[in-house]
Protein backbone atom coordinates (compact mmCIF):
# COMPACT_ATOMS: atom_id res chain seq x y z
CA UNK A 1 0.00 0.00 0.00
CA UNK A 2 1.45 3.50 -0.71
CA UNK A 3 0.21 6.86 1.11
CA UNK A 4 -1.44 7.93 -2.18
CA UNK A 5 -3.99 4.49 -1.77
CA UNK A 6 -5.34 6.45 1.54
CA UNK A 7 -6.55 9.87 -0.37
CA UNK A 8 -10.16 10.32 -1.09
CA UNK A 9 -11.22 7.66 -4.27
CA UNK A 10 -12.67 11.00 -6.13
CA UNK A 11 -9.46 12.61 -5.94
CA UNK A 12 -7.25 9.49 -6.85
CA UNK A 13 -9.48 9.20 -9.75
CA UNK A 14 -8.82 12.60 -10.92
CA UNK A 15 -6.47 13.41 -13.99
CA UNK A 16 -4.96 17.20 -13.25
CA UNK A 17 -6.48 19.88 -14.99
CA UNK A 18 -4.14 20.63 -18.65
CA UNK A 19 -3.13 24.48 -18.43
CA UNK A 20 -1.77 26.29 -21.52
CA UNK A 21 1.97 25.65 -22.25
CA UNK A 22 4.32 29.18 -21.03
CA UNK A 23 6.07 31.32 -23.93
CA UNK A 24 9.15 30.89 -22.40
CA UNK A 25 8.78 26.56 -22.45
CA UNK A 26 8.22 26.74 -26.08
CA UNK A 27 11.22 29.22 -26.88
CA UNK A 28 13.88 26.64 -24.76
CA UNK A 29 11.95 23.47 -25.75
CA UNK A 30 12.06 24.43 -30.00
CA UNK A 31 13.87 27.04 -30.23
CA UNK A 32 11.86 29.37 -31.55
CA UNK A 33 12.17 33.38 -31.44
CA UNK A 34 8.03 34.12 -32.75
CA UNK A 35 5.74 32.98 -30.38
CA UNK A 36 2.08 33.30 -30.27
CA UNK A 37 0.53 31.98 -27.66
CA UNK A 38 -2.94 31.53 -28.48
CA UNK A 39 -4.11 28.51 -25.47
CA UNK A 40 -5.97 30.41 -22.78
CA UNK A 41 -8.18 32.53 -23.85
CA UNK A 42 -6.30 35.61 -22.48
CA UNK A 43 -6.93 39.46 -23.57
CA UNK A 44 -4.74 40.15 -26.60
CA UNK A 45 -4.48 43.98 -25.75
CA UNK A 46 -2.95 42.75 -21.56
CA UNK A 47 -5.44 44.94 -18.86
CA UNK A 48 -6.87 48.45 -18.77
CA UNK A 49 -4.18 50.99 -18.77
CA UNK A 50 -6.39 51.69 -15.35
CA UNK A 51 -5.82 48.98 -14.05
CA UNK A 52 -2.09 49.14 -14.93
CA UNK A 53 -1.61 52.50 -13.30
CA UNK A 54 -3.50 51.25 -10.25
CA UNK A 55 -0.67 48.34 -10.00
CA UNK A 56 1.88 51.19 -10.38
CA UNK A 57 0.78 53.50 -7.65
CA UNK A 58 1.66 50.92 -5.10
CA UNK A 59 0.55 48.74 -2.15
CA UNK A 60 1.65 47.97 1.14
CA UNK A 61 2.66 44.54 1.03
CA UNK A 62 3.21 44.21 4.17
CA UNK A 63 -0.53 44.41 5.34
CA UNK A 64 -3.11 41.69 4.46
CA UNK A 65 -6.12 42.50 2.33
CA UNK A 66 -9.33 43.75 2.74
CA UNK A 67 -10.54 40.03 3.31
CA UNK A 68 -13.98 41.55 3.08
CA UNK A 69 -13.73 43.11 0.00
CA UNK A 70 -15.68 46.37 0.47
CA UNK A 71 -14.72 48.52 -2.06
CA UNK A 72 -14.62 45.99 -5.13
CA UNK A 73 -18.02 44.82 -3.77
CA UNK A 74 -19.61 48.53 -3.37
CA UNK A 75 -18.56 48.64 -7.42
CA UNK A 76 -20.04 45.63 -8.32
CA UNK A 77 -22.68 46.18 -7.05
CA UNK A 78 -23.37 49.70 -8.78
CA UNK A 79 -22.30 47.66 -11.78
CA UNK A 80 -25.36 45.16 -11.31
CA UNK A 81 -27.56 47.87 -10.62
CA UNK A 82 -27.79 48.22 -6.92
CA UNK A 83 -27.44 44.72 -6.05
CA UNK A 84 -26.76 43.63 -2.41
CA UNK A 85 -23.48 43.81 -1.57
CA UNK A 86 -24.43 40.76 0.84
CA UNK A 87 -24.95 38.93 -2.22
CA UNK A 88 -21.38 38.94 -3.59
CA UNK A 89 -18.78 36.53 -2.80
CA UNK A 90 -14.92 37.31 -4.18
CA UNK A 91 -13.14 34.71 -5.49
CA UNK A 92 -9.32 33.55 -6.26
CA UNK A 93 -10.98 33.76 -10.02
CA UNK A 94 -14.56 32.48 -10.42
CA UNK A 95 -13.15 28.74 -10.13
CA UNK A 96 -12.53 29.41 -6.35
CA UNK A 97 -16.33 30.33 -6.50
CA UNK A 98 -17.25 26.96 -8.30
CA UNK A 99 -14.61 25.14 -5.86
CA UNK A 100 -16.92 26.73 -2.79
CA UNK A 101 -20.18 25.86 -4.36
CA UNK A 102 -18.92 22.06 -4.90
CA UNK A 103 -17.67 22.10 -0.98
CA UNK A 104 -20.86 23.92 0.44
CA UNK A 105 -23.44 21.17 -1.27
CA UNK A 106 -21.44 18.35 -2.70
CA UNK A 107 -20.62 15.27 -1.14
CA UNK A 108 -20.67 11.29 -1.80
CA UNK A 109 -23.91 10.19 -2.79
CA UNK A 110 -24.54 13.41 -4.14
CA UNK A 111 -24.63 14.66 -7.50
CA UNK A 112 -24.35 17.88 -9.81
CA UNK A 113 -25.16 17.99 -13.41
CA UNK A 114 -23.19 19.59 -15.92
CA UNK A 115 -23.69 19.02 -20.47
CA UNK A 116 -20.91 17.21 -22.50
CA UNK A 117 -17.95 19.17 -23.18
CA UNK A 118 -18.11 21.75 -20.40
CA UNK A 119 -15.74 22.98 -18.58
CA UNK A 120 -13.73 20.78 -16.97
CA UNK A 121 -13.61 22.53 -13.15
CA UNK A 122 -17.21 21.29 -12.73
CA UNK A 123 -16.26 17.72 -12.99
CA UNK A 124 -12.99 18.07 -10.76
CA UNK A 125 -14.63 19.93 -8.19
CA UNK A 126 -17.77 17.72 -8.31
CA UNK A 127 -15.85 14.07 -8.25
CA UNK A 128 -12.83 15.85 -5.74
CA UNK A 129 -15.84 16.50 -2.81
CA UNK A 130 -16.64 12.65 -3.46
CA UNK A 131 -20.17 13.32 -5.84
CA UNK A 132 -20.67 12.19 -8.87
CA UNK A 133 -20.97 14.30 -12.00
CA UNK A 134 -24.32 13.69 -14.57
CA UNK A 135 -23.28 14.45 -18.10
CA UNK A 136 -26.47 15.63 -20.39
CA UNK A 137 -25.73 14.30 -23.89
CA UNK A 138 -24.45 17.47 -25.91
CA UNK A 139 -27.24 19.12 -29.15
CA UNK A 140 -26.17 17.03 -32.42
CA UNK A 141 -24.51 18.00 -35.67
CA UNK A 142 -27.91 19.16 -37.12
CA UNK A 143 -28.63 21.91 -34.56
CA UNK A 144 -28.10 25.24 -35.05
CA UNK A 145 -25.47 25.11 -32.02
CA UNK A 146 -23.85 21.59 -32.42
CA UNK A 147 -22.14 20.81 -29.37
CA UNK A 148 -24.01 22.97 -27.50
CA UNK A 149 -26.34 22.90 -24.40
CA UNK A 150 -29.06 20.51 -24.74
CA UNK A 151 -30.79 22.61 -21.91
CA UNK A 152 -34.12 20.76 -22.60
CA UNK A 153 -33.01 17.72 -21.95
CA UNK A 154 -30.94 19.09 -17.84
CA UNK A 155 -34.48 17.75 -16.20
CA UNK A 156 -34.31 14.57 -16.78
CA UNK A 157 -30.68 14.33 -15.38
CA UNK A 158 -31.85 15.89 -12.13
CA UNK A 159 -33.22 13.39 -8.94
CA UNK A 160 -33.40 14.12 -5.37
CA UNK A 161 -29.53 13.58 -4.74
CA UNK A 162 -28.58 16.86 -7.33
CA UNK A 163 -27.41 19.82 -5.83
CA UNK A 164 -25.65 21.98 -8.55
CA UNK A 165 -26.37 22.43 -12.49
CA UNK A 166 -23.76 23.94 -13.70
CA UNK A 167 -24.53 25.63 -17.26
CA UNK A 168 -21.51 27.65 -18.59
CA UNK A 169 -22.73 30.36 -21.17
CA UNK A 170 -21.18 30.76 -23.17
CA UNK A 171 -19.64 27.50 -22.65
CA UNK A 172 -15.62 26.78 -22.99
CA UNK A 173 -14.42 25.47 -24.69
CA UNK A 174 -17.02 25.07 -27.37
CA UNK A 175 -18.31 29.01 -27.41
CA UNK A 176 -21.28 28.07 -28.02
CA UNK A 177 -24.58 29.40 -25.63
CA UNK A 178 -28.08 29.29 -24.67
CA UNK A 179 -31.24 31.80 -25.24
CA UNK A 180 -32.24 33.56 -22.37
CA UNK A 181 -35.70 31.96 -22.63
CA UNK A 182 -33.94 28.29 -22.46
CA UNK A 183 -32.07 29.01 -19.59
CA UNK A 184 -34.90 30.69 -17.46
CA UNK A 185 -37.01 27.56 -18.97
CA UNK A 186 -34.03 25.60 -16.90
CA UNK A 187 -34.52 28.08 -14.16
CA UNK A 188 -38.26 27.10 -13.66
CA UNK A 189 -38.17 23.21 -13.71
CA UNK A 190 -34.84 23.31 -11.20
CA UNK A 191 -36.38 21.67 -7.83
CA UNK A 192 -35.12 23.92 -4.67
CA UNK A 193 -32.67 21.19 -3.77
CA UNK A 194 -30.65 22.25 -6.06
CA UNK A 195 -28.76 25.32 -7.73
CA UNK A 196 -28.39 26.73 -10.80
CA UNK A 197 -25.03 27.96 -11.36
CA UNK A 198 -24.62 29.80 -14.52
CA UNK A 199 -20.94 30.86 -15.25
CA UNK A 200 -20.46 33.65 -17.17
CA UNK A 201 -16.69 33.63 -17.61
CA UNK A 202 -17.50 34.89 -21.63
CA UNK A 203 -20.41 37.27 -20.62
CA UNK A 204 -18.82 40.36 -22.01
CA UNK A 205 -18.25 39.07 -25.66
CA UNK A 206 -21.92 38.23 -26.33
CA UNK A 207 -23.69 40.24 -28.21
CA UNK A 208 -26.34 42.91 -25.69
CA UNK A 209 -29.61 41.19 -26.70
CA UNK A 210 -28.69 37.52 -25.91
CA UNK A 211 -27.41 38.13 -22.22
CA UNK A 212 -29.39 36.93 -19.62
CA UNK A 213 -30.96 39.61 -17.19
CA UNK A 214 -29.66 37.91 -14.07
CA UNK A 215 -30.19 41.08 -11.91
CA UNK A 216 -33.86 40.52 -12.35
CA UNK A 217 -33.74 36.95 -12.40
CA UNK A 218 -31.78 36.51 -9.19
CA UNK A 219 -34.67 38.46 -7.77
CA UNK A 220 -36.93 35.96 -8.66
CA UNK A 221 -35.38 32.68 -8.29
CA UNK A 222 -33.31 32.37 -5.06
CA UNK A 223 -31.67 28.85 -6.43
CA UNK A 224 -29.85 30.84 -9.04
CA UNK A 225 -26.06 31.32 -8.60
CA UNK A 226 -24.15 33.58 -11.36
CA UNK A 227 -20.20 33.47 -11.56
CA UNK A 228 -18.00 36.09 -13.34
CA UNK A 229 -14.72 36.83 -13.90
CA UNK A 230 -12.06 39.50 -14.73
CA UNK A 231 -9.90 37.03 -16.58
CA UNK A 232 -11.21 37.54 -19.85
CA UNK A 233 -12.09 40.81 -21.33
CA UNK A 234 -11.03 42.74 -18.08
CA UNK A 235 -7.38 41.29 -19.17
CA UNK A 236 -6.52 40.41 -15.56
CA UNK A 237 -6.07 36.56 -15.28
CA UNK A 238 -2.52 36.76 -13.59
CA UNK A 239 -4.03 38.12 -10.56
CA UNK A 240 -7.48 35.68 -10.35
CA UNK A 241 -10.24 37.64 -9.07
CA UNK A 242 -13.77 36.82 -10.00
CA UNK A 243 -17.11 36.98 -7.83
CA UNK A 244 -20.64 35.35 -7.56
CA UNK A 245 -24.14 36.98 -7.35
CA UNK A 246 -26.31 34.64 -5.71
CA UNK A 247 -29.27 35.32 -2.42
CA UNK A 248 -27.53 36.39 0.66
CA UNK A 249 -27.97 32.96 2.62
CA UNK A 250 -26.00 31.48 0.01
CA UNK A 251 -23.33 33.74 -0.08
CA UNK A 252 -22.78 33.66 3.59
CA UNK A 253 -22.34 29.75 3.15
CA UNK A 254 -19.71 30.47 0.85
CA UNK A 255 -18.19 32.99 3.17
CA UNK A 256 -18.05 30.45 5.86
CA UNK A 257 -15.87 28.54 4.18
CA UNK A 258 -13.57 30.34 1.83
CA UNK A 259 -9.75 31.12 2.96
CA UNK A 260 -9.89 34.62 4.58
CA UNK A 261 -8.30 36.38 2.28
CA UNK A 262 -8.73 34.61 -0.41
CA UNK A 263 -8.29 37.80 -3.14
CA UNK A 264 -5.36 39.78 -2.49
CA UNK A 265 -4.97 43.95 -2.44
CA UNK A 266 -3.31 44.34 -5.51
CA UNK A 267 -6.50 42.12 -7.63
CA UNK A 268 -8.58 43.97 -5.31
CA UNK A 269 -7.31 47.51 -6.86
CA UNK A 270 -7.16 46.22 -9.87
CA UNK A 271 -10.47 44.75 -10.75
CA UNK A 272 -12.01 48.14 -8.90
CA UNK A 273 -10.02 50.14 -11.62
CA UNK A 274 -10.76 47.79 -14.68
CA UNK A 275 -14.60 47.92 -13.93
CA UNK A 276 -14.08 51.53 -13.87
CA UNK A 277 -12.44 51.69 -17.55
CA UNK A 278 -15.33 50.85 -19.92
CA UNK A 279 -13.52 52.22 -23.09
CA UNK A 280 -11.18 49.42 -22.86
CA UNK A 281 -13.20 46.63 -22.12
CA UNK A 282 -15.36 48.11 -25.79
CA UNK A 283 -11.69 47.77 -27.19
CA UNK A 284 -11.25 44.66 -26.42
CA UNK A 285 -14.79 43.34 -27.62
CA UNK A 286 -14.21 45.17 -30.61
CA UNK A 287 -10.86 43.64 -31.07
CA UNK A 288 -12.41 40.35 -30.65
CA UNK A 289 -15.16 40.42 -33.27
CA UNK A 290 -12.78 41.52 -35.89
CA UNK A 291 -10.41 38.84 -34.78
CA UNK A 292 -13.09 36.31 -34.85
CA UNK A 293 -14.00 37.07 -38.50
CA UNK A 294 -10.18 37.09 -39.52
CA UNK A 295 -9.71 33.42 -37.76
CA UNK A 296 -13.15 31.84 -39.33
CA UNK A 297 -12.31 33.05 -42.52
CA UNK A 298 -8.90 31.58 -42.90
CA UNK A 299 -10.17 28.32 -41.37
CA UNK A 300 -13.03 28.30 -43.39
CA UNK A 301 -10.61 28.93 -46.43
CA UNK A 302 -9.01 26.24 -45.57
CA UNK A 303 -11.98 23.91 -45.82
CA UNK A 304 -12.05 23.84 -41.65
CA UNK A 305 -15.20 24.51 -39.87
CA UNK A 306 -15.85 26.66 -36.22
CA UNK A 307 -18.29 25.59 -33.85
CA UNK A 308 -20.22 28.78 -33.53
CA UNK A 309 -18.91 30.76 -30.69
CA UNK A 310 -19.84 33.64 -28.47
CA UNK A 311 -16.57 33.87 -26.58
CA UNK A 312 -13.18 35.02 -26.98
CA UNK A 313 -11.69 31.94 -28.97
CA UNK A 314 -12.75 29.16 -31.67
CA UNK A 315 -13.41 25.56 -31.35
CA UNK A 316 -12.07 24.23 -34.69
CA UNK A 317 -12.94 20.81 -35.80
CA UNK A 318 -9.82 19.55 -37.73
CA UNK A 319 -11.00 16.78 -39.59
CA UNK A 320 -8.45 14.16 -37.87
CA UNK A 321 -6.84 14.39 -34.32
CA UNK A 322 -6.12 17.19 -33.08
CA UNK A 323 -3.13 16.51 -30.56
CA UNK A 324 -0.49 15.85 -33.52
CA UNK A 325 -1.31 19.06 -35.33
CA UNK A 326 -1.39 20.88 -31.52
CA UNK A 327 2.31 19.31 -31.00
CA UNK A 328 3.48 20.69 -34.60
CA UNK A 329 2.32 24.01 -34.35
CA UNK A 330 4.25 24.32 -31.22
CA UNK A 331 7.10 24.01 -33.44
CA UNK A 332 5.75 26.85 -35.31
CA UNK A 333 5.60 28.90 -31.98
CA UNK A 334 2.00 28.63 -32.19
CA UNK A 335 0.29 27.30 -28.88
CA UNK A 336 -2.88 26.63 -29.08
CA UNK A 337 -5.44 24.21 -26.95
CA UNK A 338 -6.02 20.32 -27.98
CA UNK A 339 -9.35 19.03 -26.15
CA UNK A 340 -9.20 15.68 -26.56
CA UNK A 341 -9.93 15.61 -22.62
CA UNK A 342 -13.46 17.14 -23.22
CA UNK A 343 -14.33 14.69 -25.45
CA UNK A 344 -13.76 16.61 -28.69
CA UNK A 345 -10.32 14.69 -29.74
CA UNK A 346 -10.28 16.01 -33.18
CA UNK A 347 -10.73 19.65 -32.30
CA UNK A 348 -8.84 22.26 -31.37
CA UNK A 349 -9.35 25.48 -29.44
CA UNK A 350 -7.41 28.90 -30.64
CA UNK A 351 -8.24 31.28 -28.55
CA UNK A 352 -8.32 34.88 -30.61
CA UNK A 353 -5.29 37.11 -30.58
CA UNK A 354 -4.03 40.15 -32.76
CA UNK A 355 -4.43 40.65 -36.17
CA UNK A 356 -0.54 39.97 -36.25
CA UNK A 357 -1.02 36.69 -33.65
CA UNK A 358 -4.43 35.31 -35.42
CA UNK A 359 -2.27 36.01 -38.82
CA UNK A 360 0.91 34.10 -37.65
CA UNK A 361 -1.62 31.21 -36.59
CA UNK A 362 -2.97 30.19 -39.79
CA UNK A 363 0.44 30.34 -41.82
CA UNK A 364 1.91 27.89 -39.48
CA UNK A 365 -1.57 25.85 -39.51
CA UNK A 366 -1.28 25.90 -43.39
CA UNK A 367 1.99 25.24 -42.79
CA UNK A 368 1.67 21.62 -40.51
CA UNK A 369 -1.17 20.88 -42.88
CA UNK A 370 0.57 20.68 -46.04
CA UNK A 371 -1.32 23.53 -47.66
Known amino acids: MSITDYALDGVRGLTAYET ?27 CSPQADAALRAGLDWARYPDGGGYALKAALSAHHGGFDTAGITLGNGSNDVLELLARCFLAPGRNAVASAHAFAVYALATQACGATLREVPALGPDSTQPRGHDLAGFAAHIDADTRLVFVANPNNPTGTWAEPAAIEALLQQIPEHCLLVLDEAYRE ?8 PVEDWLARYPNLVVTRTFSKAYGLASLRIGYALSSPE ?9 QPFNTNAAAQRAALAALADTDFLARSVAVNAQGMAQLEAG ?16 CVDMGEPGRPLFEALLRQGVIVRPVGGYGLPNFLRISIGTAEENTHCLEALATVRGG
Do not use: T
Open 299 to 314: LGGMGLHCLPSRANFV
Open 250 to 258: VADLLNRIR
Open 20 to 46: GRPVEEIAREFGVQRISKLASNENPLG
Open 205 to 212: YQRPEERP
